[in-house]
């Protein structure tokens, strides 16, 4: 499993970025995949996910109503993504995404590397 996270920068407080999970190697069917944050000298913590099938989706309260997780299945389903939209940014939101999947039951065990989000004041 391969998952290829994108699409961070530096935006000002108010503004909008959108992340992009690029997920290969298997079928996501029965995964539920995941966005997680860490910022300096914090916990790495849970801000999202999406139960792949079902396309349900879960969120942290902090970012609720402002961000927005979604994805897309190829054809052959051979190759996915998922993004993280995120609008409304506040400065406590600057740290570094992943994104992350997880096998219905278990926890999560494939990660992306991570892309860096700074909100400027």
């Known amino acids: 499993v391969q998952l290829q996270a994108s699409g961070g920068g530096l935006v000002q407080a108010g503004g909008s970025l959108r992340l992009s999970c690029e997920a290969s190697?298997?079928?996501?069917?029965?995964?539920?995949m995941g966005w997680f944050r860490q910022a300096p000298g914090k916990e790495r913590e849970f801000v999202g996910d999406i139960t792949w099938n079902s396309g349900s989706t879960g969120y942290r309260d902090s970012v609720k109503g402002r961000f927005t997780i979604s994805r897309v299945i190829s054809r052959d389903n051979a190759k996915s993504t998922i993004y993280l939209q995120m609008n409304s940014l506040k400065p406590e939101d600057s740290a570094v995404y992943y994104c992350?999947?997880?096998?219905?039951?278990?926890?999560?065990?494939?990660w992306g590397q991570g892309t860096q989000v700074t909100v400027s004041s």
């Open positions: 992350a999947a997880a096998a219905r039951g278990h926890n999560y065990e494939f």
């Open positions: 190697g298997r079928t996501f069917n029965s995964y539920t």
